[in-house]
Structures are given as C-alpha cells and as structure tokens.
C-alpha cells in the first residue's frame, strides 16, 4: 500500500514537466509582444476555455459526497465568484482584460463579441468535451483527479499569462493604468489558485485509501493534463499559420 499523502503531492506536482507546462505557446507568448490577430486567436480560445471553470468545479462537488471534500471544494467556487462579488468574479475580470488588451492592439475599441467571427479550434472544442466527460464521470476519484490537475496547472499557467501580458505593457498610457487592467492575474497569482491548490489536495486525500483508488485518481490527472496539452499545442499552431504583416 502507497503512502497516500506522498503519492497524492507527488502527482501534483508532476504539472511542472509536463507538455501542459511546458510548450511553445507559453514560449512565443512571453517572448514578446503578438499581433492581433494572434492574440485574437488565444482570446477566442481561452475564453471559450475559461468560461467553464466554475461549472467544473460545481461538477467536481456533485460528484463526492464526501462532506470536507464538499467543504474545500465550495470554497474553490465561492472564489471563483469574486466571493459574492459579480464584478469580481473571474470570468468577469478575464473579460475586462482582455477587452482593454484587444482594444490598445486594435487602436479602437473593441468588443469582445467581435472574437466569435474566429472559429473555435477543435483542439479548444475537444477540449470542452472532454473536460465535462471527466467531471461527470461516475467515479468520484477520476473527477477529484481531473480538479487536482487543473488547480495545479492553474498556478503556474497564470504566472506565464501574465509575464506574456507585460509584453503589452507599452500600450497602457501609465504603469498603474496597466495594473489596474491586470487584477485578473493578481487574484489568482496572490491568493486563490494557492488556496485552490491545497484545496483540490485535502479533496483528493479524502477520497482514496488504496492504490486502486489511487490509480483512478491518477487517470483523471492524466487525461486532464493531455487535453490541456493538446489544447495550447492547437492554440500555437494556429498562431503560427498567421502570415506577420511586411
């Protein structure tokens, strides 16, 4: 029988090799600054993407009846609700960034309605699907797996975001104007994916007591890690099929 508690921190911390992490859309987005219609097309995307957190997370509670997996969990989603504030819920401030990003780049506003014109990748359709397979699987340790993993890419896909956002940080007319604009970030950065990490941990502790159950809980983490792969490999081929303007 595994140790549970070192097999559990042991997986989630596995995020940091892994293609989910580790990519070239992360590479060329932190390299520099993109055009539009490149950041166009990750807009298009990552919102698609985006807009399902909370509803997976809903899903994840539906799944256990584990009362302090419950607990940890609703606590996950009250933070993804701005705490009872819908101007700062997360989404919400997802879509002020990056109305105010596509705007500078446009030199015009620019509203977030005119991204539906792009098609959703199918790698970011696929992506979708999949996603809400995992959390409405009947097992309740492949659902906690796949929480487990996207609280632990969470994190660090945050910080690599927002070190590719100040590459456009020339394109505010201030230094605060620009902070102002980024609070998306500095939610997730300064508090809530730290506490969403270690809430997604005690979830799947509470779960699993064999290596069976442990071996369910690694195939959700699995399986989310390489949609999420796929899901940025599709967003940077996409990317790099845009001819750069002479």
């Known amino acids: 029988m595994r140790n549970v508690k070192e097999f559990i921190s042991n997986l989630a911390e596995s995020v940091f090799s892994h293609e989910a992490l580790n990519n070239n859309f992360y590479t060329a987005w932190m390299a520099g600054p993109l055009d539009l219609p490149r950041v166009e097309i990750f807009a298009r995307n990552y919102l698609v993407r985006t807009n399902n957190t909370s509803t997976m997370v809903a899903l994840?509670?539906?799944?256990?009846?584990?009362?302090?997996?419950?607990?940890?969990?609703?606590?996950?989603?009250?933070?993804?609700?701005?705490?009872?504030?819908?101007?700062?819920?997360?989404?919400?401030?997802?879509?002020?960034?990056?109305?105010?990003?596509?705007?500078?780049?446009?030199?015009?506003?620019?509203?977030?309605?005119?991204?539906?014109?792009?098609?959703?990748?199918?790698?970011?359709?696929?992506?979708?699907?999949?996603?809400?397979?995992?959390?409405?699987?009947?097992?309740?340790?492949?659902?906690?797996?796949?929480?487990?993993?996207?609280?632990?890419?969470?994190?660090?896909?945050?910080?690599?975001?927002?070190?590719?956002?100040?590459?456009?940080?020339?394109?505010?007319?201030?230094?605060?104007?620009?902070?102002?604009?980024?609070e998306y970030f500095y939610v997730h950065i300064g508090e809530a994916e730290k506490d969403h990490k270690e809430q997604a941990i005690v979830s799947a502790n509470r779960v699993c007591r064999t290596d069976e159950e442990l071996a369910e809980l690694k195939n959700g983490f699995d399986k989310f890690l390489g949609i999420t792969a796929a899901f940025w490999r599709g967003i940077h081929e996409e990317m790099s099929k845009v001819r750069t303007a002479a």
């Open 60 to 182: 994840s509670f539906l799944s256990t009846a584990d009362v302090l997996a419950r607990v940890e969990i609703v606590k996950n989603l009250h933070s993804e609700f701005g705490y009872g504030n819908p101007a700062k819920a997360h989404i919400v401030l997802l879509e002020g960034f990056l109305t105010q990003l596509l705007s500078r780049l446009a030199g015009r506003s620019y509203q977030l309605s005119e991204l539906e014109r792009l098609p959703i990748l199918p790698t970011t359709s696929q992506f979708v699907v999949e996603q809400r397979q995992l959390y409405t699987h009947s097992n309740e340790r492949m659902v906690l797996g796949t929480l487990l993993a996207q609280e632990w890419l969470a994190y660090s896909m945050l910080t690599r975001l927002y070190e590719g956002a100040r590459n456009y940080r020339h394109l505010f007319r201030t230094l605060d104007e620009f902070h102002e604009n980024c």
